[in-house]
């Protein structure tokens, strides 16, 4: 055996061991340490011109840097997975199954399209976990959207026909159903459901307020308590344009207009109420008994329309009063007539000489005069 052949057996015999400490590094999957050795046993087979080794050798250098990207990305997908694994944990722990599920579907889209995630064991088994979970979660969700299905067409009928205390008992029925459920479309569905039965509620339960303040504002305004009649109104009016309900607001505004407009004419005739009373006065002092009576009548007559009634009485009495007087002087003008008369009599008696006569008719006016004093 020449030199040279000694020598190329000794350069092959370095490069198996060689090839064996890299294939070790590379099982116990220290890459850098198996590239390095890898690099050398290439640099001697390109100096020994054993071109077919270095190719090979070069051939298991892409394999350990294939492994090492294969590596950094299995680690990258486990750091993934144990953040999601800690994501899903508390939903389940919130009973959020629907969150859970969707969580872990766009994770599987996610990783699904770099690699094959379900070669690594424990990712496959929690996958198979979270199927069964979702299937139990499903059953039961089907089975509340079926009986949901029948409450949903009697409510949105009880809706649509404005019946709030059969449409308020099948709400409650749904809820109690809801409670359980977790679909979130159907949760959404269900929550506009309500709004539209406080909606219908508020606006029966406002038009019955408007009705009511519609009716006190009228027994008010009978009454003649105009400020508090006024508010009602305006509150009530404030609630209607709230809720745009147009066709209550002009009730209101006509009806407030009308309170306006009573209580200028009970504030004019209360001024005529006023003016009269210094009227009765003037005419009393001037004797003008009948204009005073007059005006006492109309006085009366103006207290009842404004609902004073607690001056009806002084005004009668006070008309009373007034005609008692008239009827005084009215006998007293009658008596001094008489006196008169009677005091002729008696003087044309006594010039005849007739003084039984004369006497008589003195003595008459005696008597009247007593009854006058």
């Not at 069964?132 to 409450?151: G, N």
């Not at 569905?189 to 029966?204: D, G, Q, T």
């Not at 001024?271 to 008994?289: G, I, M, P, Q």
């Amino acid at each position: 055996m020449n030199s040279k052949n000694t020598e190329k057996l000794l350069i092959l015999s370095e490069i198996d061991e060689l090839k064996v400490i890299a294939n070790n590094h590379y099982l116990m999957g220290k890459f850098n340490e198996a590239i390095k050795v890898t690099e050398k046993i290439i640099e001697i087979t390109e100096k020994a011109k054993l071109y077919s080794i270095a190719r090979e050798q070069g051939v298991f250098i892409a394999e350990i840097y294939r492994k090492i990207k294969e590596e950094n990305k299995d680690s990258l997908i486990r750091e993934e997975f144990e953040k999601l694994q800690g994501i899903y944990v508390n939903l389940l722990k919130k009973n959020s199954v629907y969150e859970a599920h969707q969580l872990v579907s766009r994770f599987k889209e996610k990783l699904s399209k770099l690699y094959e995630i379900d070669t690594i064991g424990v990712i496959k088994e929690f996958f198979d976990k979270e199927e069964k979970t979702w299937s139990e979660f499903s059953k039961s969700e089907y089975h509340i959207k079926k009986q949901l299905e029948p409450l949903a067409i009697q409510y949105n009928s009880y809706i649509s026909t404005n019946n709030i205390l059969l449409a308020s008992e099948t709400l409650e029925k749904a809820k109690l159903l809801l409670v359980k459920l977790k679909d979130i479309n159907l949760l959404k569905m269900w929550e506009v459901n309500e709004s539209k039965f406080i909606e219908l509620k508020n606006s029966i339960e406002l038009k019955k307020t408007v009705e009511e303040s519609l009716k006190n504002a009228s027994k008010l305004t009978d009454n003649y308590e105009f400020n508090d009649a006024k508010r009602i109104l305006d509150s009530t009016l404030e609630l209607v344009n709230k809720y745009r309900l147009l066709e209550y607001k002009q009730r209101l505004e006509t009806k407030k207009k009308s309170v306006i407009d009573a209580e200028a004419k009970y504030a004019q005739l209360e001024k005529d109420l006023r003016e009269l009373e210094e009227l009765v006065k003037y005419n009393v002092s001037k004797n003008l008994f009948q204009n005073a009576i007059n005006n006492l009548n109309q006085m009366i007559k103006i207290s009842r329309f404004i609902g004073e009634t607690q001056f009806l009485q002084k005004y009668s009495k006070y008309v009373e009063e007034i005609e008692k007087r008239i009827n005084d002087i009215k006998r007293n003008e009658e008596t001094k007539n008489t006196i008169k008369a009677l005091n002729i009599q008696g003087i044309e008696a006594t010039k005849r000489e007739e003084f039984s006569y004369a006497i008589e008719k003195f003595e008459d006016i005696a008597n009247m005069l007593k009854k006058i004093i």
